[in-house]
C-alpha cells in the first residue's frame, strides 16, 4: 500500500524552528517529485514547497521563501522540511504529498500523508 | 503569478442532483497542469482529476472535469452523500509552482 507518514508537529514559540518528517512506503520513493501543502485553520490549501526526484531542485511559495528548507534523502525514503523563523501565520496543518507524473515538477498530487499541525505561538 | 478563483463560493444541492463546478484562471492554464482535490472534514485532500479531465485510480465515473485556456469545470453526475465536501482546483508549472483556487463548499440543501 502507498502511504506517507508525518511526525514532527507540535507547539513552537515565534521565531523558533521545527523539522517536518514525512515517511513514504509502497512505491519507489526516489522515482517521484514530493511537495508540502499546509492549511491553516478554517483556510485554503497553499503549497509550501516542492522537491523533485533527485533533490537537486527545489521550489518554494513567496510566503515561505528564505525560512523553509525542503530535502529529502532516497536511501530512507524520507522526505523533510526545516521549518526557521516561525511567524504565527505558518500555524497550520502540513501535509505531505506525492507528485503522481513520475520525476516531473508539474504534477498533480495523487497520495497524500495524514496531516499533522504546527502550531506558532507564545 | 497566476490566481485561480472558483465559483461558486458554496453550493447547496440535494443528493441526486447535477454539481457544476468552475475554476477560472487568471490567464491561460495548459490543460495537463490542472488538477481537482476533494476535501472531507478533518481528512487529508484526495485526487480527483488530473491533466484537466482525466480521473484518478479509484474515483468514480460520476466525476468529470473539463475545461481549457482559462475556465475549467468540475462537474458530478449524480450526488452521492458522500460527496459533499471541498473542491480545489489547482495549477503547477507557472510561476509560483503551485496555485490552488480557494475551494467550492459543496453542501446538502
Known amino acids: 500500500e502507498v502511504q506517507l507518514l508525518e511526525s514532527g508537529g507540535g507547539l513552537v514559540q515565534p521565531g523558533g524552528s521545527l523539522r517536518r518528517s514525512c515517511a513514504a512506503s509502497?512505491?519507489?520513493?526516489?522515482?517521484?517529485?514530493m511537495s508540502w501543502v499546509r492549511q491553516a485553520p478554517g483556510k485554503g490549501l497553499e503549497w509550501v514547497s516542492t522537491?523533485?526526484?533527485?533533490?537537486?531542485?527545489?521550489y518554494y511559495a513567496d510566503s515561505v521563501k528564505g525560512r523553509f528548507t525542503i530535502s529529502r534523502d532516497n536511501s530512507n525514503n524520507t522526505l523533510y522540511l526545516q521549518m526557521n523563523s516561525l511567524r504565527a501565520e505558518d500555524t497550520a496543518i502540513y501535509y505531505c504529498?506525492?507528485?503522481?507524473?513520475?520525476?516531473?515538477?508539474?504534477?498533480?498530487?495523487?497520495?497524500w500523508g495524514q496531516g499533522t499541525t504546527v502550531t506558532v505561538s507564545s | 503569478e497566476i490566481v485561480l478563483t472558483q465559483s461558486p463560493g458554496t453550493l447547496s444541492l440535494s443528493p441526486g442532483e447535477r454539481a457544476t463546478l468552475s475554476c477560472r484562471a487568471s490567464?491561460?492554464?495548459?490543460?495537463?497542469?490542472l488538477a481537482w482535490y476533494q476535501q472531507i472534514p478533518g481528512q487529508a485532500p484526495r485526487l480527483l482529476i488530473y491533466?484537466?479531465?482525466s480521473r484518478a485510480t479509484g474515483i468514480p465515473d460520476r466525476f468529470s472535469g473539463s475545461g481549457s485556456g482559462t475556465d475549467f469545470t468540475l462537474t458530478i453526475s449524480r450526488l452521492e452523500p458522500e460527496d459533499f465536501a471541498v473542491y480545489y482546483c489547482?495549477?503547477?508549472?507557472?510561476?509560483?509552482?503551485?496555485?490552488f483556487g480557494q475551494g467550492t463548499r459543496l453542501e446538502i440543501k
Open positions: 491533466g484537466a479531465s
Open positions: 490567464q491561460s492554464v495548459s490543460s495537463s497542469y
Open positions: 509502497g512505491f519507489s520513493f526516489s522515482n517521484y517529485a
Open positions: 489547482q495549477q503547477c508549472g507557472t510561476s509560483p509552482l503551485v496555485t
Open positions: 504529498a506525492k507528485g503522481r507524473s513520475g520525476g516531473r515538477v508539474t504534477t498533480a498530487m495523487d497520495v
Open positions: 522537491i523533485s526526484a533527485s533533490g537537486g531542485s527545489t
